[in-house]
């Protein structure tokens, strides 16, 4: 925990400009954005509107930001430094886990319902009371992104150690291509059971499909989104634990 310690706090020495930095642009970022909304419509910019942003900026900010926690190491010289480093790999695959997911929640969260605090005052609510957004509402869709951001973050950060160069844009590519491999063979071992007219079905969806004129539905018992969750959080989990031993075997 002591060496994890000295690690940390050099890690932090090294890159806290960088780090208030990019603070500082995703607040101007929010900012602008939010602003643009409450002044280009005439309806207020209630829950439902910063629902909608706050996941297309997490989704977002998020994974571009993980996708350069380990970029140095696609330079040789950056890179001799930080494997010689006399601390573990897991200890190294630590700290860019901490920044990367945990404080880069803590953070977007922060700094979003800072945001909303200053500008949701300049909006006419028509006599209503100002809306702000709750995250942990079960019934509430922030709850849903956070989950679909681990996800995403582990995908971003085993491209982020597994490539060299255009972390984010090859991680993307990747990302695409194996998504519609995966909802081809879906929907192909889906055809093979169902005799009827059914189109593309993706892993963990409700399947719809059409025999003769009446419409079929096979979706998942009650309470399917915990499901989905688990789903999600199995394949994150998978992907985390790839990414570490990928560190393990990064070479120069």
């Known amino acids: 925990m002591k060496r994890f310690g000295w690690l940390f706090k050099k890690h932090t020495a090294e890159h806290y400009k960088y780090y208030l930095m990019s603070v500082a642009v995703l607040i101007g970022i929010m900012t602008l954005f939010t602003t643009f909304l409450i002044f280009s419509e005439s309806e207020p910019f209630d829950v439902s ?7 297309f900026l997490l989704l ?12 140095h190491l696609g330079d040789k010289r950056k890179a001799i430094a930080t494997l010689t480093l006399p601390a573990s790999h897991f200890e190294k695959y630590l700290v860019g886990w901490l920044y990367s997911y945990v404080l880069f929640q803590l953070v977007f969260i922060g700094c979003y319902y800072l945001v909303l605090t200053m500008v949701l005052p300049l909006d006419d609510w028509k ?10 509402d079960k019934n509430e869709v922030p709850t849903v992104a ?11 950060f085993w ?5 060299e160069k255009w972390h984010f844009i090859k991680t993307t590519f990747v990302f695409l291509v194996v998504s519609f491999g995966v909802v081809l063979l879906n929907t192909g071992v889906w055809k093979t ?9 993706g892993p963990f969806e409700n399947v719809y499909f059409m ?4 419409q079929y539905l096979i979706r998942y018992p009650h309470d399917n989104e915990l499901l989905m969750a688990l789903a999600l959080i199995g394949t994150a989990l998978f992907i985390w634990a790839a990414a570490y031993f990928r560190l393990r075997e990064k070479e120069v």
């Open 193 to 201: 059971i169902i005799d009827g007219d059914i189109g593309e079905v």
């Open 159 to 163: 491209g982020s150690i597994f490539f």
């Open 211 to 214: 025999r003769g004129e009446a």
């Open 60 to 71: 977002a900010t998020g994974t571009i930001f993980t996708s350069t926690v380990f970029a």
């Open 49 to 55: 509107k910063q629902t909608i942003v706050f996941i």
């Open 146 to 156: 956070l989950i679909l951001f681990l996800f995403l973050h582990s995908l971003t």
């Open 127 to 136: 006599g209503r009371e100002l809306e702000y957004m709750s995250l942990f």
